[in-house]
């Protein structure tokens, strides 16, 4: 495959335009588009993977992911503990969404805080929080993480997480020992985002991150990062949700996590991270058939120096430019975390 990848690459790179857009921040971007245009990018604001007290913040470009500035903070953190990971969409009636989860910095095991609610009317200027989410039974704490998509109605449907090996906090028992396992799940709004509940399982024992994608009221999509090699499956479900069925890999070993995104011409885009050792990119592969099949893989940006990276997130502007934001601990040139952004062209 990489002899491959290396001539799409040369070839993508006629028409693109790259930009370290946020510094100093670890990232794992969430890219939304609203209505007037603006892009918001929900972030986790410091330079490393969990070990430091941090926020998840809202930065804003008007030019197209060109330009970033800071808006408001969707989750705050406590002090000794951290607001990271998270899942965000936009609402039916447009406003921004974003659910966030949190750990306590302690040295024992993982700790997980509940999920923060988190909304904003004003293009991620202020927010309202709240911590209105029911967990599915059985578990103490969930995860969220990739894209908020919106079903008919007043409904939502996030995707989260829920490993093993992690306490909820209050939750004193110990974690159990052995290989990592994990199970997703998929929680639905009934009121635009306000609250949530009502957990499916999405995947059960081998599957952690995981993001969503809606086509029609028949077909969803879930791009699901495994424990065990660290590929992407595909799940689909055809009943808004509700049940699951695994449709088989869509990435290799150490590639994930996903990024699922309906182009404007009707196309499906899958954007991961390739995190392997010598081999380190981010990649994109097109289905013409709504995720039935897929073209082969190609690399739209390569992260040479980089011993962190992935974690990408697009959208498509109306002119047709594909926006798609990553992180990175490094490349050639610039020796600090920071959020990447590629503008580029599908052809």
Same mark, same amino acid.
């Given at each position: ?16 335009? %790259? ?16 209505? $007037? ?11 490393? @993977? ?20 800071? +808006? ?13 990971? @998270? ?28 999920? =923060?609610?988190? #909304? ?21 704490? &969930? ?7 919106? !079903? ?12 093993? %090996? ?20 998929? !929680? ?9 509940? +009502?957990?499916? !399982?999405? +995947? ?16 969803? &999509? ?6 065990? $090699?660290?590929? =992407? ?5 055809? $009943? ?15 590639? @994930?996590?996903?990024?699922?995104? #309906? ?21 994109? %592969? ?23 990276? +992935? ?34 062209? =599908?052809?």
């Amino acid at each position: 495959m990489k002899p491959a990848l290396a001539i799409a690459a040369a070839f993508c790179a006629l028409a693109a335009e %790259r930009y370290i857009a946020i510094d100093n921040v670890c990232a794992w971007p969430n890219v939304k588009m609203l209505a $007037d245009g603006t892009l918001v990018a929900v972030i986790f604001n410091q330079p490393g @993977h969990g070990g430091m007290e941090g926020d998840i913040e809202a930065w804003t470009s008007r030019d197209g992911g060109k330009i970033w500035k800071l +808006g408001g903070t969707p989750a705050p953190h406590e002090p000794r503990t951290l607001r990271l990971n @998270h899942a965000a969409g936009l609402a039916h009636d447009g406003s921004l969404v974003v659910l966030a989860s949190g750990r306590v910095l302690e040295q024992r095991t993982d700790i997980w805080l509940p999920v =923060l609610v988190s #909304r904003s009317n004003d293009g991620a200027k202020t927010w309202t929080r709240s911590e209105k989410l029911t967990l599915p039974a059985g578990v103490d704490y &969930l995860i969220p993480f990739g894209d908020i998509v919106q !079903l008919p109605g007043q409904r939502l449907a996030a995707s989260f997480y829920h490993d093993h %090996r992690f306490r909820a906090a209050g939750n004193k028992s110990e974690a159990p020992r052995g290989p990592r396992r994990g199970s997703a799940y998929v !929680l639905f709004s009934e009121d635009d985002g306000l609250s949530w509940g +009502g957990g499916v !399982l999405l +995947g059960k024992d081998d599957y952690n991150e995981t993001t969503l994608l809606r086509l029609s009221p028949n077909r969803m &999509l879930a791009a699901a990062r495994t424990y065990g $090699d660290a590929h =992407l499956d595909l799940l689909v479900s055809e $009943d808004e949700g509700r049940t699951w069925t695994k449709q088989g890999p869509v990435s290799m070993p150490s590639q @994930h996590p996903a990024s699922l995104l #309906r182009l404007n011409d009707g196309r499906v885009l899958l954007t991961y991270g390739i995190r392997e050792r010598g081999n380190r990119a981010v990649a994109v %592969r097109v289905s013409s058939d709504e995720g039935r099949t897929w073209g082969a893989p190609w690399p739209i940006a390569s992260f040479a120096g980089s011993k962190d990276h +992935g974690y990408p997130s697009a959208v498509q502007l109306a002119d047709g430019t594909v926006v798609t934001a990553w992180y990175t601990s490094a490349i050639e040139g610039h020796q600090r975390y920071h959020m990447g952004v590629l503008r580029w062209k =599908l052809e």
